[in-house]
């Protein structure tokens, strides 16, 4: 149901309630008793920024909004947990880039608590099954769908990167390109060719630098090793190339899947997950994790890219 739709349901019923219904000889209610509802004010529930670089950047479960009309999500499985202090340091991001070098991502921020709308997931589960909210749900995604059309009209290839908080036992960001951590402990000559199934497969085949297969993944240029090497731990990376077989790893989720390049296409996704302390604790964690996300993204869409802020 769209917006528009929900609004106009909502609507009729009102007026078929307010103004009673004559073959049955009812009369309306007094003026003024009943009031209309208000509607969803879902516009105020995502935040866009509109941005100066092919980067598209998602904080999907930093939201702190819990409006007392819309259920808790109860439903089998579901996470309710919000990524604490996310939403903080994807605007501590953009802001970083704007201060470096005068460009700043897209940035698409849901508002709503995780207990009431999950941004990472498919409708249902998102919206934990509660009608009400599908229109919500569409109008996110379609703020996204703005988001990496801008982010490709600055350039023709875009980056959408989907921002998390993990609460697991190793302090290390956790990059997801869509390749399980059993995938990723093969050895390189089985790993290799499933990179092109990957969430950047469409990098595997087009990186200006040249890079591709294991090497996109852990080698020098790769993102992890980006960020190890500027102080913040990473796996996949050079000196972490796989989480051990008892390690917890997220190898990305719903946004990464559905904005990613596992078919191909100009629009790559990467799902960090950000451990908590010394990256989003306090703010001065996350002013230092900011610039190094500014540090090792510019660096990435440079070599793999070709962009550089001119
Ligand atoms: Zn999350």
């Known amino acids: 149901m769209t917006r528009r739709t929900l609004a106009g349901a909502l609507l009729a019923g009102v007026v078929a309630c307010a103004t009673g219904d004559p073959e049955r000889g009812t009369s309306p209610p007094p003026t003024g008793v009943v009031s209309p509802p208000p509607p969803l004010p879902i516009t105020t529930w995502v935040?866009?920024?509109?941005?100066?670089?092919?980067?598209?950047?998602?904080?999907?479960?930093?939201?702190?909004?819990?409006?007392?009309?819309?259920?808790?999500?109860?439903?089998?499985?579901?996470?309710?947990?919000n990524d604490a202090n996310t939403r903080a340091l994807a605007l501590a991001i953009a802001t970083a880039f704007d201060v470096r070098v005068n460009r700043r991502p897209f940035l698409v921020v849901n508002r709503l608590q995780r207990r009431k709308f999950d941004g990472n997931r498919d409708l249902v589960e998102a919206t934990?099954?509660?009608?009400?909210?599908?229109?919500?749900?569409?109008?996110?995604?379609?703020?996204?769908?703005?988001?990496v059309a801008?982010?490709?009209?600055?350039?023709?290839?875009?980056?959408?990167?989907?921002?998390?908080?993990?609460?697991?036992a190793v302090p290390r960001l956790e990059i997801g390109y869509l390749t399980s951590a059993a995938s990723l402990r093969l050895a390189d000559?089985?790993?290799?060719?499933?990179?092109?199934?990957?969430?950047?497969?469409?990098?595997?085949?087009?990186?200006?630098?040249?890079?591709?297969g294991v090497v996109l993944l852990r080698g020098p240029r790769a993102l992890g090793t980006r960020f190890r090497t500027l102080g913040?731990?990473?796996?996949?990376?050079?000196?972490?190339?796989?989480?051990?077989?008892?390690?917890?790893?997220?190898?990305?989720?719903?946004?990464?899947?559905?904005?990613?390049?596992t078919t191909g296409g100009a629009v790559d996704a990467i799902q960090i997950e950000t451990h908590y302390a010394g990256v989003r604790d306090t703010p001065e964690s996350r002013f230092a994790f900011a610039e190094a996300f500014v540090t090792a993204l510019l660096a990435y869409l440079q070599d793999h890219y070709g962009w550089r802020p001119i």
């Open 128 to 147: 934990g099954g509660h009608l009400p909210l599908e229109p919500f749900w569409n109008l996110y995604q379609s703020r996204i769908d703005s988001a």
């Open 47 to 81: 935040d866009l920024e509109n941005g100066t670089m092919p980067l598209v950047l998602i904080a999907p479960h930093g939201g702190d909004l819990t409006p007392t009309d819309l259920p808790d999500r109860t439903c089998a499985g579901c996470v309710t947990v």
């Open 232 to 261: 913040v731990p990473a796996v996949p990376s050079d000196v972490d190339p796989a989480p051990l077989v008892d390690q917890d790893y997220f190898n990305g989720g719903y946004n990464t899947s559905r904005r990613g390049s």
């Open 189 to 212: 000559g089985l790993l290799g060719p499933l990179v092109a199934q990957s969430s950047i497969g469409g990098l595997h085949r087009a990186a200006v630098s040249g890079d591709s």
């Open 150 to 168: 801008g982010a490709r009209r600055v350039h023709p290839r875009a980056l959408v990167i989907d921002l998390h908080g993990h609460g697991h």
